[in-house]
């Protein structure tokens, strides 16, 4: 302990057990109280502010968000009466375990962080703390931290009193599909374990878990959100371990509790005007939709219905029909030179198709939000927005099929495709080619939105999709997010001719080398989130089409997300409610050697899984759990693999993938 231990009213003193109960004195207040979760919030211990969650069917665990207010710099301590261990735990974190059978136990799953905010509740800045003391008795744990001036203190704290203890052996024992990466669309960071759960879910909201660009702060991430939903419930399905739903909850209310008195939610990602991102929202939506298939419950069903009419207004008037728009700074021109003033961009108005000057005509959020709209239906019954749908589906289709200047764009695009070699190949081209690959990505492609403008299409010749007609850059990592919200898109409305389309564009990158140029960029390059997102998108194929070579084309995805160690889409698990109805789910099982990477592609009576081995060393297949079925394997090259009772287990050589499914 510190010198200072003989004169203990230098510190703020916080002992543990009154922290996550509120004092008889104090007052709280019910932030949600729903029959499936409660969430109370309270101000005390020298204006600390605490956000306590309980679940009343698990009432032996409760979670507290403690946050110490900014101020003078001074020095905390924080105190566990009673006989305590401080253990390491496999699911992340710090275990606080006591001797006595009848106390609770604590998991710590972060370190206490130090954080700066704006006045919109954006993190600016996050420090790891000095712990500058530490004294383990039979009678107390206590640890001293130093605040410097100006910041917050954040700590989460579960408890688990004794007849919850079946959280804290789960948490012990973790299988080796909890501890496999998982890809979260916003943060474009990786989720390892339970305790990164609260890398994102910070004093009761969702954020990022990265600085965004440009203004390199955190913001609030309901994508991320989604994202962690449906990785928790697919590990749920996988391991049946209860902790998982309690984890779903909090997500589920963190998110309802941020949304904003006209329905949205807003963010401020690239200004202080607080704008809303209809993608963000969006993920919100398919959250509480896929919530609401759990747990029936009024609160969820209103926030549902708020965000249903909200996103249902935020629409432009074209020639074809509806356009949802991309964000909120759309709303105006005003607005869009804010941004410009903000981000260094700029923006080019014009009235293709009829629209208005500021609608930037982003093609993968309209689909987004026609599919968000359509599954509120799906799950809720309400019809109400079907005329909405039904135009932005005419609009969808009128664009899809537009086809002018072919030979004019047939050629640009030839150019076009020589920016987009991986390096190992660009060296190699002739010289007039790597000529016309350098006055391309000088001249031609800064000036492809003039071309956009004058001979509007989406769907190029060789494949590729654009991702907007209205905006002076081009994204050609897009083509991989486009094709996901199609599929997605498609299975909402399969009447959709959009089997060509679709065909066409994965034929543009799997028999191009356009994954390798997503791949090989270093890590926290913006173009190589597409890789994972390409998985998601064949994931999508594979629960749309049974053929063969999209396996083959999943599988190689794996193995190149899995190479630029980005981890997959937790779709994956085989929990995603858009593309497997919940009474359909079969559960991910869970490989011996964590090294192994699954794909479960079941649903229903079709029960289908992936296995892919991107190491160098042949790997046997073996189960942690015996909740696979008698499958029929197939190797990579459509050769059947023996697995009769009493065989050894099949291998899977290295750089391979086996493809198990019931005959």
Known sequence: MSNQEAHQSVYDIYELQQIIEPPADVESGYVVNSGCFERTQWNSLNEAT?????????????????????????????????????LSCPSGGWLLKSVEATFPSYWVPQAPVL???????????????????FKASSGEL???????????????????????????????????????????????????????VYLYLVHGHVYTNRFIWPHMWKICSELDAYTLYVALDGLELATNKKFYSLLKRQLLFSVITRQASDGGWYHGEWTDLMESHYRFHNGAMLLLEAGLEEWPDDIVREALGKGAS?????????????????????????????????????????????????????????????VALDRYREVTGDNQYSKHVASARAATRA???????????????????????????????????????????MYLTPQLHRLKRMFPRFVMPGGLIERHLSMPHCDFNYPAVNVMDLTRYWRCFPEEDLAGILNNAIKAVTDTSMMKYWAETKAGNPQQ????????????????????????????????????????????????HEAVKIKQRSPCPSPTDARLRIANLSCGDNMEFLVVNSTDTDLELTWEQNTVPTLSWITSD?????TAG????PCIPSRDWLWGKIN
């Not at 954080?115 to 003391?133: A, K, M, Y």
């Not at 021109?333 to 930037?360: H, V, Y």
């Not at 009493?646 to 287990?649: A, L």
Request: proline share 6%; net charge neutral; aromatic share 10%.
């Open 310 to 370: 909200f996103i249902s207004r935020q629409t432009d008037k074209t020639d074809y029909g509806l356009w949802f728009l991309h964000d909120s700074l759309e709303g105006s021109a005003e607005m869009m030179d804010e941004l410009c003033k903000q981000t260094g961009s700029r923006w080019i108005p014009n009235r293709i198709f009829g629209k208005s000057p500021t609608n930037k005509l982003i093609l993968n959020t309209h689909l987004d939000s026609i």
């Open 399 to 441: 664009v899809l099929g537009l086809r002018p200047a072919e030979l004019l764009y047939r050629l640009v695009y030839r150019a076009i495709g020589l920016t987009l070699l991986p390096a190992s190949e660009a060296e190699r081209l002739p010289f007039l080619p790597r000529a016309m690959k350098r006055l391309t990505w």
């Open 529 to 576: 989130f597409a890789v994972v997102v390409w998985v998601e998108a064949l994931y999508n194929m594979c629960t749309l089409n049974k053929e063969p070579a999209y396996r083959r084309y999943l599988a190689a995805a794996i193995m190149s997300a899995e190479d630029a160690g980005l981890g997959l889409p937790p779709s994956l698990l085989g929990s995603d």
């Open 115 to 133: 954080r700066t905010f704006d006045s919109s509740g954006r993190i600016l800045s996050e420090n790891p703390v000095s712990f500058t003391g």
């Open 638 to 642: 459509g050769q059947p693999v023996a």
């Open 646 to 649: 009493g065989e050894s287990p």
């Open 142 to 196: 206590a640890v001293d931290i130093v605040i410097p001036g100006n910041m917050h203190l954040d700590i989460t704290v579960w408890r688990f009193l004794p007849e919850a203890s079946h959280i804290q052996a789960a948490l012990e024992r973790p299988l080796s599909l909890e501890t496999q990466s998982i890809y979260l669309w916003n943060s474009q960071t990786g989720y390892r374990s339970l305790a990164d």
């Open 50 to 86: 605490i956000i306590l969650d309980r679940f009343p069917d698990e009432a032996g665990a409760s979670c507290c968000f403690l946050r110490l207010p900014s101020g003078k710099e001074r020095a905390s301590r924080f105190i566990v009466r009673g006989n305590y261990q401080a």
